[in-house]
C-alpha cells in the first residue's frame, strides 16, 4: 500500500519499474533479510522437535545404527509408551477436526469459501510430502561421514557426496512427489484465490492446511501405534504369554477422560444457579473416582518394568516445582506490593533484589555448594550448631527432610525431598526472588490508580483493596511468572549440576540432568535420551496448554 | 507469550494517582515495610557478602568457619586466576560472546527490520513460526542439535579445514540468530514513524539504505539490550558449552569455574570463592552500566535472556 502512495525518485532496475515488479522487489529483499536468521532459527529452533522424534526411533548410541521403531520408549515407560503415542495421534486428529469445525463457522456455510478447503487440503499434503522427501533424504546424507571413513580426504567429495544422495532413486521419487503437490497446491491457492476474489487468501487457508497436516501425522501416528502393538503382543504370545495392550491402552485413557470430564464438570457446576449444580457436582464426583480409581489400577500395572531411574528424577523435579514455586511467588510478590506503596529508594530496592538474579548460576551455585557443605565449619552447620541442633550433610543427604525431623519410621512415601534437593530448591527460590518482584512491581504499575481511589472512598481497607484489586488484576501476571517457574524447573540444569555430590545419590537429578547423563558419558545413548527428552517436550507442552485453560477462567485480563 | 508484557508509560500516571500526599506523619506500618524491605536485601546480599570475605581468607580461616578474614589476602585472586587457568576461559568467554553478538546484530536486525516494516508474502505465518520456537524447551533441543552440529562440523572440516565441536562454531552458531531478539527489536523498529521511511524514499533510500543510516541509529537502546542479553547469555551458559567442548582451547568461563570446583581444586574454598568473584565482576559492572535497559527489557518483555 505504501508503494502506491509515494514512488521512488531513484531509477530502478527496468524489471522492477511496475507495479508489480516493485512487490515483487520488496518480497525477495524481504526474504534476502530474512534468510541467514530464518536459516538459524529452523536448524536450531524448529528441526531438532522432529530430529529428536526420528533419532528416539533407532539404536542410536554414539553413531545411528538401525530402526527400532517404538522400542526407546518402552524402556523409558513400559506399556505407558503405546498410550504416549496412541493419545499424541489422537490429540493431533481432534484438533483437526476442530480447526475443520472452526474453519467451517468461519464460512458461515457460504459454498464459495467452502471451496478453499481443497487448495488447503493440497497445500497440507504437499508440506507433508516434503517432510517425507526430506526423511528419505536424511539417513543417506547423515551417513555421509561413515562412508568418507575409509576414502582418501579430496577437496569437494563430501559435496559430491552430497548431491549423490540427492540423486538416489528413491529420494529424487519422492522429491519428484513433493515437487508435484506443491506446484499443485500452489496454484489451486492461487486460482482459486482470484476467483473468489478473498483477499486475505493466506489466513483463510491457514486452518484447513494445518488441519490436514495434523491428519496426516494423526493417522501415521496411529499406525504406527497399531503395528508397534501388534509386534509386541505377537512377541509376547510367541513366548507364551499374554499382553493385553489395547485393553490398557483403553482403560489409561478413559481414566484420564474422566479425570477432565470432571474437572469440565465442576467448572460447569460454578456457573449454574439452580439444581442442576447438585447433580453436576455429583457427576463430576462420580467421574473423578471412577477415572481416579482406573488410572491408580491401571498406571502402576503399566509403568511396571519402567525406567526406575527417569521416574524418580520426574518425582524430584514435582517435589522441586512444589517446594520453589509457590514460596518465590509469594515472597516476590510481598517485596513488591511493599515497593509500590511510597517509598523512598525503591530503585536500590529492586537493583539489589535482582541481584542474584543477574549474577551467573555457577558463581552462586558454588557459594550455597560451600555456604551447605558437611563441615561442621561451614555456615549452615554453625548457625544449626548453635541454635542446638546437630550438624547435618546437607549436600550430601539423600535421606527425606521429613525423614530427618520425624525419624526413621516414617514411611518411604512421606520422606519428602532429599535435604541436599532442599538447599537446592532454597538456592532456586533466592535467585528467582528478585526477578518475580521485578515482574510483579511491572504488573502493579499498571493497575489504574482510580480503581484504589474509588475504593478507599467506600471504605476498603489495606487488605481488601490487596484480595479485592490487586490480586485479581495482577493475576495475568502471576500465571505469566507460574508458568515460567514451571517450565524452568522442568528444565533445571546449573545449579543441579554444580550442586550434585555422589553423596546425593540420584536424590537431586531433576527430568534435564538424568537426560543429559544419558548423553554425557563414556557410553551415550543418543536414541534413549532423545527418546526421554520428547516425552518430557509433549509433558511441558500439555502444563502450558493446560495451565492456559485453567487460566483462562481464573485471569482476570484487565 | 509474554502476558505481562505492558508498556511502562503509565507508571509515572498511576504512581501519581495512587501516591498519598508528599509529607506523611511516622506510621508503625511504614516502618515495619521498611523493616521487611531491608530484610529482603540481607537475604539477598549475604551470600554476595560471605562470598567476598571467603575469599581474602587463609584455608585455615574458612575451615575454622571465621566470618571475617585477619588480613585482605589478595593474592588468593593471583592464586585463584593462575591455578583454575582463568585468563584463558576468560578470554574464550569475551571470544564467544562477542562473535555471538556480532551475529546476531548482523542477522536479527534485518529480520526484524523486515517482519516490523516490510510486505511480503507469508510475513504472519513466518512470524508465528519465529516466535514459537519460543516455546520449545531447551531440553528438548540439545540431543538433536548436538547431533547437528557434530554433523555440520564434519562438513565444514571437509570444506573449509575447521571442524565444530571443541571450536567457535559450536559454541556461536546456534546462538547467533534468537527469536528474543527479533521480538524484541521488532516491536521498536514497528515505532519507528512512517514519515521517516517516506522522506528516506524521496531521497531515493531504498530498505537497506534506510536500515542502516536511520533505523540503526534510533535503535541504540534496544540494540543495547539486546547485546547485554547476549552477553549474559554466553556468559552463564554451562549445559550447551559443556556438551560440545572436550578441551580447554574454546571452554568458556562457567566451564572453568565448574571444573575448577570440582576436579582442580575440590577443596581449596578460598580459592573457589576468589575464581566465582572473579567471574561475576564483568556481570556486574555491565550490569551496573545497562541498568535501566536490563530490567526494563525483563519487565517490559516479560523473558528472560
Known amino acids: 500500500m505504501r508503494m502506491a502512495t509515494s514512488s521512488p525518485a531513484r531509477p530502478v532496475p527496468g524489471l522492477f519499474r511496475t507495479r508489480r515488479g516493485r512487490v515483487i522487489l520488496e518480497n525477495l529483499t524481504a526474504y534476502t533479510f530474512l534468510f541467514p536468521a530464518g536459516l538459524i532459527i529452523f536448524l536450531f529452533g524448529i528441526f531438532p522437535v522432529a530430529f529428536a522424534l526420528y533419532v528416539s526411533l533407532h539404536r542410536w548410541r554414539r553413531l545411528p545404527e538401525r530402526y527400532t521403531g517404538i522400542d526407546n520408549y518402552v524402556r523409558a515407560l513400559d506399556d505407558l509408551a503405546y498410550v504416549f503415542f ?21 464460512t458461515r456455510g457460504q459454498s464459495r469459501s467452502l471451496a478453499l478447503l481443497l487448495p488447503g487440503i493440497a497445500n497440507g499434503i504437499a508440506i507433508l510430502l516434503v517432510v517425507r522427501w526430506f526423511f528419505t533424504a536424511l539417513p543417506v546424507v547423515l551417513d555421509i561421514p561413515q562412508r568418507l571413513l575409509g576414502q582418501e580426504r579430496v577437496p569437494g567429495i563430501f559435496i559430491s557426496e552430497l548431491v549423490a544422495s540427492f540423486q538416489m532413486p528413491e529420494v529424487v521419487a519422492a522429491a519428484n512427489l513433493a515437487l508435484l503437490m506443491t506446484v499443485a497446491g500452489a496454484a489451486l491457492s492461487y486460482l482459486l484465490s482470484r476467483w473468489l476474489r478473498v483477499g486475505e487468501a493466506g489466513a483463510s487457508l491457514m486452518r484447513p492446511t494445518i488441519a490436514t497436516l495434523l491428519a496426516g501425522l494423526g493417522i501415521i501416528g496411529l499406525e504406527f501405534v497399531t503395528r508397534s502393538v501388534s509386534l509386541a503382543v505377537a512377541e509376547a504370545q510367541a513366548a507364551g504369554e499374554s499382553m493385553p495392550l489395547w485393553t490398557q491402552i483403553l482403560l489409561i485413557s478413559v481414566g484420564a477422560a474422566l479425570l477432565v470430564a470432571a474437572y469440565a464438570l465442576w467448572t460447569r457446576a460454578a456457573r449454574e444457579h439452580d439444581d442442576r449444580v447438585f447433580v453436576l457436582k455429583v457427576l463430576a464426583t462420580v467421574a473423578l473416582i471412577a477415572g481416579g480409581y482406573l488410572l491408580v489400577a491401571e498406571l502402576p500395572r503399566a509403568l511396571d518394568n519402567a525406567d526406575r531411574n527417569m521416574l524418580q528424577s520426574y518425582s524430584v523435579t514435582v517435589m522441586f516445582v512444589i517446594g520453589t514455586v509457590p514460596f518465590q511467588l509469594a515472597i516476590g510478590l510481598g517485596l513488591a506490593y511493599l515497593l509500590f506503596q511510597n517509598i523512598k529508594g525503591k530503585a536500590f530496592f529492586r537493583m539489589v533484589y535482582f541481584l542474584p538474579y543477574i549474577t551467573p548460576f555457577v558463581a552462586t551455585s558454588v557459594v550455597f555448594k560451600i555456604l551447605f557443605s558437611h563441615r561442621p565449619t561451614s555456615l549452615a552447620n554453625v548457625i544449626l550448631t548453635s541454635l542446638g541442633l546437630s550438624p547435618q550433610n546437607w549436600l550430601l543427604e539423600p535421606r527425606g527432610i521429613f525423614t530427618l525431623i520425624f525419624g526413621p519410621q516414617l ?33 502493579l504499575v499498571n493497575i489504574p490508580g ?32 507460574s ?48 527418546a526421554m527428552a520428547f516425552v518430557l517436550f509433549v509433558i511441558i507442552l500439555l502444563l502450558t496448554f493446560f495451565q492456559n485453560r485453567i487460566s483462562e477462567s481464573r485471569v482476570f485480563y484487565g | 507469550m509474554a502476558e505481562g508484557a505492558r508498556p511502562l508509560e503509565s507508571a509515572a500516571g498511576a504512581q501519581i494517582a495512587t501516591g498519598s500526599p508528599a509529607r506523611r506523619p511516622f506510621s508503625w506500618l511504614t516502618f515495619l515495610a521498611y523493616v521487611v524491605l531491608i530484610l529482603g536485601v540481607v537475604q539477598a546480599v549475604l551470600p554476595f557478602l560471605w562470598m567476598i570475605s571467603t575469599s581474602f581468607m587463609t584455608l585455615s580461616e574458612v575451615n575454622f568457619g571465621y566470618v571475617l578474614p585477619g588480613a585482605l589476602r589478595f593474592e588468593n585472586y593471583l592464586l585463584a586466576w593462575e591455578k583454575a587457568n582463568f585468563g584463558l576461559f576468560m578470554w574464550n568467554s569475551v571470544r564467544i560472546t562477542a562473535i555471538t553478538v556480532a551475529g546476531q546484530l548482523l542477522f536479527c536486525i534485518p529480520a526484524a527490520y523486515a517482519f516490523a516494516r516490510m510486505n511480503f508474502y507469508g510475513k504472519s505465518v513466518l512470524f508465528t513460526a519465529v516466535l514459537s520456537t519460543l516455546m520449545i524447551p531447551e531440553v528438548a533441543k540439545f540431543i538433536p542439535n548436538y547431533l547437528t552440529v557434530i554433523w555440520l562440523g564434519r562438513l565444514s572440516n ?30 521498536f523498529f514497528a515505532q519507528i514513524p512512517e514519515d521517516l521511511w517516506d522522506a528516506a524514499r524521496i531521497d531515493g533510500a531504498g530498505h537497506l539504505r534506510f536500515l ?16 547485554t542479553f547476549a552477553f549474559i547469555g ?18 568458556p568461563v562457567a566451564v572453568g569455574l565448574t571444573k575448577f570446583v570440582s576436579s582442580d581444586a575440590p577443596s581449596d574454598f578460598h580459592l573457589q570463592m576468589a575464581a566465582s568473584v572473579m567471574m561475576i ?7 551496573f552500566f545497562t541498568q535501566r535497559q536490563f530490567t526494563e527489557g525483563i519487565a517490559s518483555s516479560g523473558l528472560k535472556g
Open chain 1, 86 to 106: 496412541f493419545w499424541l495421534a489422537a490429540a493431533a486428529l481432534i484438533y483437526a477436526l476442530v480447526l475443520l469445525v472452526q474453519f467451517w463457522k468461519s
Open chain 1, 411 to 443: 514411611p518411604d512415601i512421606l520422606a519428602g525431598p532429599s535435604l541436599a534437593l532442599v538447599v537446592i530448591m532454597l538456592y532456586t527460590v533466592w535467585t528467582y526472588i528478585g526477578y518475580d518482584t521485578v515482574i510483579f512491581l511491572a504488573g
Open chain 1, 450 to 481: 482510580e480503581l484504589y481511589e474509588a475504593a478507599r472512598i467506600d471504605g476498603a481497607s489495606g487488605w481488601q483493596l490487596f484480595r479485592h484489586i490487586t490480586l485479581p488484576l495482577l493475576s495475568p501476571t502471576t500465571y505469566f511468572l
Open chain 1, 483 to 530: 508458568l515460567i517457574a514451571i517450565i524452568g524447573t522442568f528444565q533445571a540444569f546449573t545449579q543441579i549440576w554444580v550442586m550434585r555430590t555422589p553423596g546425593s545419590a540420584r536424590s537431586v537429578d531433576t527430568v534435564s540432568v538424568y537426560i543429559y547423563e544419558t548423553v554425557r558419558t563414556t557410553d551415550p545413548n543418543m536414541g534413549y535420551g532423545s
Open chain 2, 158 to 187: 571437509s570444506l573449509l579445514g575447521f571442524g565444530w565441536i571443541n571450536n567457535w562454531p559450536a559454541l556461536t552458531v546456534p546462538f547467533m540468530a534468537s527469536a528474543f531478539t527479533i521480538f524484541l527489536l521488532r516491536q
Open chain 2, 212 to 227: 542502516v543510516s536511520v533505523v540503526v541509529p534510533l535503535s541504540k537502546a534496544p540494540i543495547m539490550t539486546t547485546v
Open chain 2, 234 to 251: 554466553s556468559w552463564n551458559a554451562l549445559l550447551w558449552p559443556l556438551l560440545v567442548t572436550q578441551t580447554d582451547d574454546w571452554r
Open chain 2, 281 to 287: 565482576i564483568p556481570i556486574l559492572i555491565v550490569y
